[in-house]
Each structure stands twice: as C-alpha cells, then as structure tokens.
C-alpha cells in the first residue's frame, strides 16, 4: 500500500494564479480531509468528505474548493491564489473519521508571492 | 467550539531525559484524545489514542493518560533519544456525532534531543 499521497511537494504561485493539490488513497477509506499547517496554529480543518459525492466545509474553507468524484482522490483547488495562502498543506484518510487513525501524507508546501 | 491548549516549545532536553508535554482540552461530549508526531520533513503519524476517560494510550515508550477530572492528556517518555526529535501535536476527536469527525489540533510542541 502506497498510503495517503500527495502532489506536488512544493509549488510557488502568483497571485491570482490557480492550482489544484492532488491527492490519493489507496487503503478504501470512506473518509477523507484537507488541513493547512501554519506556524504556531497547529493544523486547521479546510474540507473533509464523507464518502464519493460528498463534501463538506470545515473551519478555514474561504478561496478553497474541493470534489470528490472517486474514494481514492479528494483533490483541493485553490480559484485565486493569495500571499495568506502560504502554507503545508495535508490530507488525510480515515475509515469513517471521528475515533479512528487518521493516515497523513507528506505534505505541499505552498508558496504565494 | 472544541479546543486544545499545549505548551510552548522548543523544549530541548539531554539523551535520557524524563520527558513531558502538556496538554489540556476543551470540549462538549466524549471526545478521544490522540498524539501525533511530526518527524522533520514528512506528515503526521499517530503516536498514541485514547477513547475513554481513565484510559493509558502508550507506544514506542511514550504513554499519556485520559483524565477527564482535569480534562488533560500529558504526553510522558521516561528516557528520550536523539531520534524522538519532532513536533508533537495533541488532538482530539469530536464526542458527538456531528457528522464532521475531524480532529481539532493544538499549535504543536518542538523537542530536541541533544546527545
């Protein structure tokens, strides 16, 4: 099993650009999430799904969007890169979320200039 | 909302040091607790989990346990090595089934071990 991967590892933009960060399960997990890392704020909750066709916005969701066509990918879209979404960026898998492990990958460093 | 509050780091320690980080929580429900690390370069891996009040997650030496009178969850390691250098975030899991089931983090705590 490959895990949670993620593409790219590290990405400059402009702003005003658009971009989409892959990512990819391959352990059948119903549950899937995207998190930005910050300096000092630990990881904040930017989408999850629940299952294929299903999407929901967590705590920072603003200039982010998300889909989630297959169970293997939840790929993330930036529409309209701006400087404050400097940042790693992680997803990660989980059976069914909540009490379970959730699996990470390794991670997007994004930079917007 | 849910929340958790760990200590400022970097703590730097010597090889063979007794080894704490705080954390405490708040939350509504039953929430599970968790420790995850961050060795430099990848993503997070869980550490160590516990689902109910009173319960002692332990792995790879570490331990924590679930106090519920104190709403803590500390993380311990009697002797750290070179190699436990990392950041290590507490989190929990909401109780209720609000349907998110995300995990809400702490900032995150550096260690560096020195030899």
């Known amino acids: 099993n490959a895990g949670v991967t993620q593409t790219p590892k590290f990405q400059v933009l402009k702003t005003g650009q658009s971009m989409t960060l892959q990512c990819a399960q391959d352990?059948?997990?119903?549950?899937m999430s995207w998190y930005r890392q910050d300096p000092g704020m630990g990881l904040r909750l930017i989408h999850y799904?629940?299952?294929?066709?299903?999407?929901d916005q967590g705590e920072v969701p603003n200039g982010y969007n998300v889909s989630r066509s297959t169970t293997e990918d939840f790929p993330l879209r930036l529409l309209s890169a701006a400087p404050s979404q400097t940042s790693v960026y992680f997803c990660?898998?989980?059976?069914?979320?909540?009490?379970?492990?959730?699996?990470f990958g390794p991670g997007t460093r994004l930079l917007v200039l | 909302g849910d929340s958790v509050t760990q200590m400022e780091g970097p703590v730097t320690l010597s090889e063979e040091a007794f080894l704490t980080i705080n954390c405490t929580y708040t939350a509504t429900g039953y929430p599970s607790l968790f420790w995850y690390v961050q060795y430099p370069g990848e993503g997070l891996q869980l550490l160590l989990k516990?689902?109910?009040?009173?319960d002692k997650g332990s792995n790879k030496g570490f331990e924590a346990t679930y106090r519920k009178e104190t709403t803590s969850f500390h993380l311990e390691k009697g002797s750290v090595q070179v190699s436990d250098s990392a950041v290590y975030f507490c989190?929990?899991?909401?109780?209720?089934?609000?349907?998110?089931?995300?995990?809400?983090f702490g900032s995150g705590t550096r260690l560096q071990v020195q030899p």
């Open positions: 516990a689902t109910k009040a009173d």
């Open positions: 990660a898998s989980s059976l069914r979320g909540g009490r379970e492990t959730q699996y």
């Open positions: 989190a929990l899991s909401d109780g209720r089934d609000t349907g998110r089931r995300a995990l809400t």
């Open positions: 352990m059948n997990h119903e549950y």
């Open positions: 799904s629940v299952g294929a066709g299903i999407t």
